[in-house]
């Protein structure tokens, strides 16, 4: 198997890694508030990017009609995907789509974009942020 094979299904392990982490600390969430929210899911197309590039985030298992606002947290700070907040309503079957751009600030790295839900529905994915190409001189 070539380098970059390897480097990128080491990503990709990775990047799974964070969203069962993820999924396993909303389930806690969500227990300790007391009442059982729903499972929910979060998926970002494509999952690597640069900054400014422009996303796909796709949501299922919130509660129809719920406002979920979605946003990342670069260094710490929970950040707006795109200029505007991202806040959608769950459509009848509870799911809701968007697009944004990564953030133009977000050093190389993996980030969670995490979708949370009015009625305590969360969701929670990796997204990772590539390094910009150095320019040739």
Same mark, same amino acid.
């Given at each position: 198997?070539?380098? /970059?094979?390897?480097?990128k299904s080491g990503k990709i392990?990775?990047?799974?890694?964070?969203?069962?982490?993820?999924?396993? /600390?909303c389930a806690g969430l969500q227990e300790k508030? $007391?009442?059982?929210?729903?499972?929910?899911?979060?998926? &970002?197309?494509?999952?690597? $990017?640069?900054? $400014?590039?422009?996303?796909a985030i796709r949501g299922s298992g919130f509660i129809p009609g719920e406002k979920i606002e979605v946003v990342t947290v670069i260094d710490?700070?929970?950040?707006?995907?795109?200029?505007?907040? &991202?806040?959608k309503e769950a459509n009848e079957m509870g799911a809701f789509k968007t697009k944004s751009g990564i953030p &133009?600030?977000?050093?190389p790295g993996i980030y969670s974009v995490k979708a949370t839900g009015d009625k305590g529905t969360m969701a929670v994915a990796p997204l990772e942020v590539e390094k910009k190409p150095e320019k040739k001189k």
């Amino acid at each position: 198997m070539h380098l /970059s094979a390897r480097l990128k299904s080491g990503k990709i392990i990775l990047a799974f890694f964070f969203l069962l982490v993820g999924m396993l /600390s909303c389930a806690g969430l969500q227990e300790k508030a $007391g009442a059982p929210a729903p499972a929910a899911t979060l998926v &970002i197309t494509p999952v690597t $990017g640069l900054p $400014g590039a422009v996303i796909a985030i796709r949501g299922s298992g919130f509660i129809p009609g719920e406002k979920i606002e979605v946003v990342t947290v670069i260094d710490g700070v929970l950040t707006e995907l795109g200029e505007e907040p &991202i806040v959608k309503e769950a459509n009848e079957m509870g799911a809701f789509k968007t697009k944004s751009g990564i953030p &133009i600030m977000a050093a190389p790295g993996i980030y969670s974009v995490k979708a949370t839900g009015d009625k305590g529905t969360m969701a929670v994915a990796p997204l990772e942020v590539e390094k910009k190409p150095e320019k040739k001189k």
